[in-house]
């Protein structure tokens, strides 16, 4: 199971953590990532990290911005977005599944999903 948090209400320009804490299972050995999903949109990917932390995966509209980092000891996966936008504002989702950085843009190679937690960037 996985707990998104750390959603909210931000001005533009500003940052937010989200944390993904993992129960139930180690996701260790597990690549995460994090996606988001707008009104009417489809879902996005927004990064991904390796089990190791060695390889981290960030489409071009997040590069720079955001960072995505874990900590394997508390089960936590962590989204560090700055430099927010009014367009960033959607669900998040955290994910956890087989995904190597050749398929970590895509849904399909997760197989853990968690519940999703918004966040809303006012300009």
């Known amino acids: 199971q996985l707990q998104a948090s750390g959603g909210g209400l931000v001005q533009a320009g500003g940052s937010l953590r989200l944390s993904c804490a993992a129960s139930?299972?180690?996701?260790?050995?597990?690549?995460m990532g994090w996606f988001r999903q707008a009104p009417g949109k489809e879902r996005e990917f927004v990064a991904a990290?390796?089990?190791?932390?060695?390889?981290?995966v960030y489409p071009a509209a997040v590069k720079g911005r955001f960072t995505i980092s874990r900590d394997n000891a508390k089960n936590t996966v962590y989204l560090q977005m700055n430099s927010l936008k009014p367009e960033d504002t959607a669900v998040y989702y955290c994910?956890?599944?087989?995904?190597?950085?050749?398929?970590?843009?895509?849904?399909?190679?997760?197989?853990?999903w968690g519940q999703g937690t918004q966040v809303t960037v006012s300009s």
């Open positions: 139930g299972r180690t996701f260790s050995s597990l690549s």
């Open positions: 990290i390796g089990w190791s932390s060695g390889n981290t």
């Open positions: 994910a956890a599944g087989d995904a190597v950085v050749s398929t970590a843009r895509s849904g399909l190679h997760y197989d853990y």
